[in-house]
């Protein structure tokens, strides 16, 4: 397994690691329900380190960014950031992920751990005869998600940057505990908060002095809850290779009014399921239990789990379209009564 640069810093803390994407890295410290429901009612810290970073630069930077990815690159300003999806010919996903637009011809791209072999691939191949130049930084960059209400206020003692006058999907550049940093108002939980790009030595210093300053360190476990319950997608769960994009609660990132790879694939293809957001009565549901309509098996769980705010088991289910319940979800062989729950699961602020 690979190591972030913040193993070692994880043992100390208590770490208990595990396997994900290649890396060695945490599911937790203490528990997932106390390290979520500190970043829902406070502040929490996670090493994101694994993800991956491409810088895109160039001449062409923006075409080739129109091309290759299904939101509007060009409204997109030097300072902002966007959520995005890499298509592919057959109008599926090759991945969801964040762009940065850091100057007038350069973008930062993140994308998933799992992915970043395969997703350089593709875009070294689909920047074909664009002037274009593209860099995997992931192995150099260090990355860590700052999460909760609390988190600007405490981001706020370590940088002399005016964090009150940055909104949502800014992205800029300064000091963090006397470090140089990339920061962005980003993050995969539903909460406020910022990712903050390092160099991997700069790591352990500011992780550190964030848990000074009152974070709760989180791991794996508390970051895939509290994604579930804000509603948000786990790429190889919720999106595939096979996923048209349309068809599920993210179509508002898909802009048609551009042209992008396999978008006439994608436009044309009907819409044979459509995903869903349940809530359990009883027992905690999991990826792969089936769901029913009636005594009709209708659709699968691709995400499952036990929401900390709701006490219950919440699931994000694909079921035949056209199908409208009243739905249950079979838990170790008993079917669950699962009623219909808008995203997200939670009220986020």
């Known amino acids: 397994m690979k190591e972030t640069p913040l193993y070692q810093v994880h043992l100390r803390h208590g770490g208990r690691m595990v396997e994900f994407a290649g890396y060695a890295l945490p599911l937790q410290y203490t528990s997932i329900r106390e390290e979520h429901l500190a970043v829902r009612r406070g502040v929490g810290v996670f090493d994101v380190s694994h993800m991956g970073e491409f810088f895109i630069r160039g001449a062409e930077a923006l075409p080739f960014l129109q091309w290759a990815t299904v939101n509007d690159v060009g409204r997109l300003k030097v300072g902002r950031a966007q959520y995005s999806m890499l298509p592919n010919a057959k109008g599926g996903v090759v991945d969801d992920i964040y762009l940065y637009r850091l100057g007038e011809e350069e973008y930062l791209m993140v994308v998933n751990a799992a992915n970043i072999a395969k997703d350089w691939a593709h875009l070294k191949g689909q920047a074909q005869g664009f002037r274009v130049e593209l860099e995997d930084r992931s192995e150099a960059t260090a990355l860590l998600a700052l999460q909760g209400s609390k988190a600007a206020g405490l981001l706020q003692t370590l940088t002399e940057a005016d964090l ?4 949502k999907n800014d992205v800029f ?4 505990a006397g470090k140089e940093a990339l920061l962005a108002r980003t993050g995969y939980t539903g909460e406020d908060g910022f990712e903050i790009f390092l160099a991997p030595e700069d790591a352990e210093a500011v992780f550190e002095a964030l848990l000074e300053g009152g974070a709760t360190p989180c791991g794996l476990g508390a970051r895939d809850t509290l994604r579930l319950e804000a509603g948000f997608p786990l790429y190889g769960h919720e999106l595939t290779e096979n996923t048209n994009p349309l068809c599920t609660p993210w179509a508002w990132v898909v802009k048609r009014g551009k042209d992008f790879l396999g978008k006439e694939v994608m436009l044309a293809s009907p819409c044979k399921e459509r995903l869903i957001g349940l809530v359990l009565e009883a027992g905690i549901p999991r990826e792969g239990y089936p769901v029913f309509a009636g005594e009709e098996r209708v659709g ?6 036990f929401s900390p705010l709701l006490e219950k088991g919440i699931a994000l289910a694909y079921v035949a379209e056209g199908v409208e319940g009243p739905f249950s979800v079979e838990v170790r062989g008993r079917k669950i009564p ?3 729950s808008p995203l997200p699961f939670v009220p986020l602020k």
Not at 164 to 167: F, L, S
Not at 300 to 305: A, L
């Open 300 to 305: 699968r769980v691709t995400s499952g789990g």
């Open 338 to 340: 699962a009623s219909l």
């Open 164 to 167: 009150a006058a940055k909104k």
């Open 173 to 176: 550049r300064a000091k963090v």
